[in-house]
């Protein structure tokens, strides 16, 4: 069984920054693929970033390419998303997730495909 727990939300204006972390409890960490996904009111859950357990792969949703990047630390089973130029639309509840893969270097953004989840972390940017 694998917790995760994010942190980092808030509230900021239009062109700021803000910094996700998602803290796991996994053995073998660095064999979870983890993503990042948001959920704003009334809209569907969608994907915004993910990244491979070796940290070499990663893919972004095209709205944030640029703005957001994900990393992970695996010696403090820790993935962060940094979200630079913050604008109303990226006003949503964010989730993290991780599936076990026996692949190091695979990434993915298909929601169907991650089996953990957290309890998401509020993000509200304002005009």
């Known amino acids: 069984q694998v917790q995760l727990v994010e942190s980092g939300g808030g509230l900021v204006q239009t062109g700021g920054s803000l910094r996700l972390s998602c803290a796991a409890s996994?053995?073998?960490?660095?064999?979870?693929?983890m993503g990042w996904f948001r959920q704003a009111p009334g809209k569907e859950r969608e994907f915004v970033a993910g990244?491979?357990?070796?940290?070499?792969?990663?893919k972004y949703e095209d709205s944030v390419k640029g703005r957001f990047t994900i990393s992970r630390d695996n010696a403090k089973n820790t993935v962060v998303l940094q979200m630079n130029s913050l604008k109303p639309e990226d006003t949503a509840v964010y989730y993290c997730?991780?599936?076990?893969?026996?692949?190091?270097?695979?990434?993915?953004?298909?929601?169907?495909?991650?089996?953990?989840w957290g309890q998401g972390t509020q993000v509200t940017v304002s005009s």
């Open positions: 997730a991780a599936v076990w893969s026996s692949n190091y270097y695979y990434s993915t953004s298909r929601m169907s495909e991650y089996n953990y």
């Open positions: 996994a053995r073998f960490f660095d064999m979870y693929a």
């Open positions: 990244i491979s357990g070796s940290g070499s792969s990663t």
